[in-house]
């Protein structure tokens, strides 16, 4: 069975920083390109960040770019986002998801996300 | 970056009707176009990738169109367990973008 478990949500002060962390199972973790989506409350979704299967291509949002760092530990099986300087805008429920294929760029498991709460 | 325009903001209808979700993009993301349904306090699941590939085990009720900048989703036959938000997202450029959802609702 495929499970993504987040961990590392808390609450944290503006200008913080935070590591979040995403446990798999049940796949060959190193065969899948993996991502960040979060979720504001009340809001719809955001993509955040983007790393392939070596880690060696990444993308991130213009809202992320600069303060967050996505990684994988593909012997550990996984994933990482290390987020710094943050403000109240990344609220937000922070979901690590798996690309359905190599070249597919379409979410086909998640995790039950984690909640990051920026607030003084 | 590519703006996704989900229409309408709501939908109330009924079980049994049939249900048209709309998602335009600001420019043409070819067919890579994904749709998911979230419902409350749970994550998003995955309906529809490239604009019409149900994904295995998705109900058949379930259907997908479009190309360029328009896309539908389809309902054929709502059942209690598809009223939810639904949310389309585009993967033909970086940054990778979500619509703002369409929630559909039991009128």
């Known amino acids: 069975e495929v499970q993504l478990v987040e961990s590392g949500g808390d609450l944290v002060q503006p200008g913080g920083s935070l590591r979040l962390s995403c446990a798999v199972s049940?796949?060959?973790?190193?065969?899948?390109?993996m991502n960040w989506v979060r979720q504001a409350p009340g809001k719809g979704l955001e993509w955040v960040s983007f790393?392939?299967?070596?880690?060696?291509?990444?993308r991130y949002a213009d809202s992320v770019k600069g303060r967050f760092t996505i990684s994988r530990d593909n012997a550990k099986d996984s994933l990482y986002l290390q987020m710094n300087s943050l403000s109240d805008e990344d609220t937000a429920v922070y979901y690590c998801?798996?690309?359905?294929?190599?070249?597919?760029?379409?979410?086909?498991?998640w995790g039950q996300g984690t909640l990051v709460t920026v607030s003084s | 970056e590519i703006v996704l325009t989900q229409s309408p903001g709501t939908l109330s209808l009924s079980p049994g009707e049939r249900a048209t979700l709309s998602c335009r993009a600001s420019?043409?993301?070819?067919?890579?176009l994904t749709w998911y349904q979230q419902k409350p306090g749970q994550a998003p699941r995955l309906l529809i990738y490239?604009?019409?590939n149900r994904v295995t085990g998705i109900p058949a009720r379930f259907g997908g169109s479009g190309s360029g900048t328009d896309f539908t989703l389809t309902i054929s036959s709502l059942e209690p367990e598809d009223f939810a938000v639904y949310y389309c997202?585009?993967?033909?450029?970086?940054?990778?973008?979500f619509g703002g959802g369409t929630k559909v609702e039991i009128k």
């Open positions: 998801a798996r690309d359905l294929t190599t070249v597919t760029r379409a979410y086909d498991y």
């Open positions: 049940g796949f060959t973790f190193s065969s899948y390109n």
């Open positions: 790393i392939n299967t070596g880690g060696d291509f990444i």
């Open positions: 420019q043409s993301v070819s067919s890579y």
């Open positions: 490239d604009a019409s």
């Open positions: 997202q585009q993967r033909s450029d970086w940054p990778l973008t």
